[in-house]
Each structure stands twice: as C-alpha cells, then as structure tokens.
C-alpha cells in the first residue's frame, strides 16, 4: 500500500550472487553435488572432475575400476586441452557427443 501522492518505489538488485551447481549420477546413484559461485572456466572444470566426478566414480566403481563413460556436451571448458588432458591423465573415458542435441542429455532431467 501506498499514500495517495506518494512515489512507488521497487528496489532491485542489479547483481545477484550466483550459485551454480555440478552435478552426476549412474545406476548406481546419485554422486556428489559440486557448488561455486565463479564464472565455469576449464581450470574449475578440472576442479570439478577432480572433486566431484572422481570421489563419485569411486564410490560406486572402486579404486582402479575403468569400465565406465562420461558424458558430457560438446561445451568449450569440456573439450579444451586442460580438461582432456586431466580425463586422459585420471582414466576418464567419454562418450561422443551429437553436436545440438541438448534433448540427449539424461542430467537435464535431473535439473528440471
């Protein structure tokens, strides 16, 4: 409410604190959900496999066991030289991605 004569005023915020989240899962479960509120770049996407994937795969596939696939889209930060070159030097196999098939990804139904 508001007196008659008197101005509206709507405060906003103009930059909102962001909290972005990473997230797995496989038949087995559910894996470990990784938050941050930087802007995602290949650096703290290595982050993210080391702290989120890896303790996951872990988990539910043992110490030493490869006989699993990641995937993941065709994303810049999931495709540079750093994240492959982690995901070859930790024993991370990927699926092949199609190009612009955001329907494909099962992790989006997570999200919804």
């Given at each position: ?16 604190i962001?909290?972005?989240?990473w ?81 494909c ?8």
């Amino acid at each position: 409410w508001k007196k008659r004569g008197e101005n509206y005023y709507v405060s906003t915020i103009k930059h909102p604190i962001k909290i972005h989240g990473w997230g797995c899962f496989s038949n087995k479960g559910f894996g470990k959900l990784f938050l941050f509120t930087r802007t995602l770049n290949s650096k703290l996407m290595c982050k993210v496999y080391k702290y989120g994937l890896l303790p996951s795969t872990k988990k539910w596939f043992g110490d030493n066991n490869t006989n699993w696939s990641l995937l993941e889209d065709n994303d810049p930060k999931h495709t540079s030289k750093m994240c492959k070159t982690f995901k070859i030097g930790n024993s991370v196999q990927s699926l092949p991605w199609s190009s612009q098939s955001p329907d494909c990804n099962p992790i989006e139904n997570v999200w919804a």
